[in-house]
């Protein structure tokens, strides 16, 4: 998706590493209680020092939810995470986010006007009345307006079942955008197996007719190419080279990898269940890098070994793009009372996606 990225001034292109950390340090200060940083685990460590509070896309949700007191909020995360804050957030308070190119590709493999498309299918297929969208957090804001309006509820990997149970008690069938992979490892773990693969790119989804009425969970044909790198050959390899660690996995992951593993978490789980382990485990792990290198350094202290199943770093691109240099820079704006970067959900979308939001947390 097309965002544009205004180019850093020179300035902040050519400022030495510990110069803008000792900005980002004066900035904050100045900013006082009018700021908050909000940080995802796979940020970048010159920035994500700097968070006031860090976790997964449904913590951070329900923190900026929770601070309507904070005028400026800098989201050091990708895009649809700011989208969703501003939409939580009350309209006196500004989400920034510090490159507006941070995008997710996964959220980019569903576009509203294609899922209308694929509604209107479903909805000349069977009673539409007794299908309930369910939108994973990693999508556009237009998109959660659709299943706002729809009678459906935003997921995230931490409260994905939770969504799909609360969808299955109102209706018979679930379309699921458009993470096939969280979407079937968890409606596996349901016990749910009739699924179609819908898949934008082809006519009708290529699905017919009756794959469609027969599936229980109709799933958006979208992926993580960070997640969809690990495979069962790393898992086997890895019980190869520690025969007494475990595997843990997001559910980003491919279904035959979560399979194998011997537990699954969202970022935050990940991280506390790591966290909370036995002195001395060793673990093997499925998702981003920098979450794993960071957990590496963190646990050591505790003798536990944290390594990645992936031998080839796999680093999401798009998280990579907030830097120290992008932060000072928006940091030094708003102490100008400039908020450059300002991530703003038109009022009609966000008041139905609003909806879809605050249903997945009444629900969790
Ligand atoms: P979490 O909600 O588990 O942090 O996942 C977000 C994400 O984008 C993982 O790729
Ligand atoms: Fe999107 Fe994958 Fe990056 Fe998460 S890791 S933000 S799903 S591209």
Redesign the pocket.
Known sequence: MLRLQPTLPTRYREASEDTLQSWIKAAREQLGEDLILLGHH?QREEVYRWADATGDSFKLAQYAAKNPSVKWIVFLG?HFMAESADILTRADQSVILPDLNAG????DMAAIEEVEECWEVIENTTDISRVVPITYM?SSAAIKAFVGRNGGAVCTSSNCRAVLEWALSRGDKVLFIPDQHLGRNTARAMGLTDEALWNPRLPNGGLDERSIKEATIVLWKGH????QRFTPQMVADFRERHPGGQVIVHP?CANEVVEMADQIGSTEGIKKIIGEADPGSIWGVGT?IHLVSRMSTEFAEQGKIVESLDPIVCP?S??FRIDAAHLAWCLDALVRGDAINQIVVDPTTAADARVALERMLSIT
């Open positions: 796979y990708v997710c590709s996964m959220a990693n993580c190419s960070v997640h980003e981003e999401c798009t998280m």
